[in-house]
């Protein structure tokens, strides 16, 4: 079974026990939109999605 990005950062995001707030947090947005995000149901600016990326790929 292949997954996309966004599913392998959230995948990543659970195993590191990181939550969608201090994530949210760091990318200046929204638990909400994080959320929806990781769901598939909203495509949030390039630049929340890249601190999305930074935040998880460095802990």
Same mark, same amino acid.
């Given at each position: ?7 392998? &950062? ?8 990181? *939550?969608?707030? =201090? ?13 929806? &995000? ?8 390039? *630049?929340?999605? =890249? ?9």
């Amino acid at each position: 079974m292949e997954i996309n990005e966004r599913e392998y &950062y959230k995948i990543k995001r659970q195993r590191l026990n990181l *939550t969608l707030k =201090e994530v949210a947090e760091f990318a200046k947005c929204d638990v909400s939109y994080l959320s929806k &995000y990781e769901r598939g149901k909203y495509q949030p600016s390039i *630049t929340i999605v =890249e601190r999305y990326k930074e935040y998880i790929d460095n802990h």
